[in-house]
């Protein structure tokens, strides 16, 4: 067990709807990643929040979008849903003191994302 | 640019090593091991950095070459919990705006038998 938390572990829903996945990162990490893993595509770096604030940005589509709380949990909101978003959605936090990339990243267990 | 993962596929006995390897076309900084298991969560191995520093588990070694910008992964003595797919995540300059962001590489399957 990672310390990572990921609501909710399976979602299936359709086309052209919206879905939100939450990321509660380990206690005192301030470091929150989220990754695509779909089949063809392997392990796809989204976006990076480091204590509240967007720190790096990968190929995130325009319908995602992103979001970490004075708590620190993280939100990924997908919305426009494709057949091709379906996929595995990770989440890792470091502790990022400074959100530099070196920090070890601890993985949540994942939400599987099918769209019918 | 994703990093190339070699071999993409490797088997083994239970006892034999293995070396995988990842080699990118852009200056690294830094070089991510992670082991995942069919259906789990990636699980961190090793971090190398530029300059030589290094942190991870007492059983996994690897190196990095930072002129070659290649890294290699050594699985000595491989055990049955050893199988999963390896990833290396590559992290670009500390400096830039993005240097939180890993690109990963396409997997190595790593199977080992009794």
């Known amino acids: 067990d990672s310390g990572v938390t990921q609501t909710p572990k399976h979602l299936i829903t359709a086309t052209g709807q919206r879905v939100t996945l939450r990321c509660s990162p380990r206690?005192?990490?301030?470091?929150v990643y989220w990754y695509q893993q779909s089949l063809d595509q392997g392990l796809q770096f989204l976006i990076q929040y480091y204590n509240g604030e967007e720190r790096a940005k990968g190929n995130i589509l325009e319908r995602f979008s992103a979001q970490q709380f004075p708590d620190l949990h993280s939100e990924l909101n997908l919305s426009s849903l494709e057949l091709g978003d379906s996929a595995l959605y990770f989440c890792a936090s470091s502790v990022g003191t400074s959100g530099r990339s070196y920090n070890e990243q601890f993985f949540g267990p994942g939400t599987r994302l099918t769209v019918l | 640019q994703q990093p190339v993962q070699s071999p993409q596929a490797v088997i083994l006995r239970e006892g034999e090593d293995a070396v995988i390897n990842c080699s990118s076309s852009?200056?690294?900084?830094?070089v991510h091991w992670y082991r995942q298991k069919h259906g789990e969560a990636p699980v961190f191995l090793m971090i190398?950095?530029?300059?030589?520093e290094q942190k991870g588990h007492e059983k996994i070694s690897a190196s990095f070459n930072e002129k070659k910008q290649q890294s290699s992964l050594y699985l000595t003595a491989s055990q049955l919990s050893y199988s999963g797919t390896y990833f290396c995540g590559t992290g670009a300059n500390a400096g830039g705006t993005s240097y939180g962001k890993l690109t990963f590489g396409q997997g190595t399957i790593l199977t080992v038998h009794p």
């Open positions: 852009k200056a690294l900084y830094s």
């Open positions: 206690s005192g990490d301030l470091s």
């Open positions: 190398l950095l530029k300059g030589g």
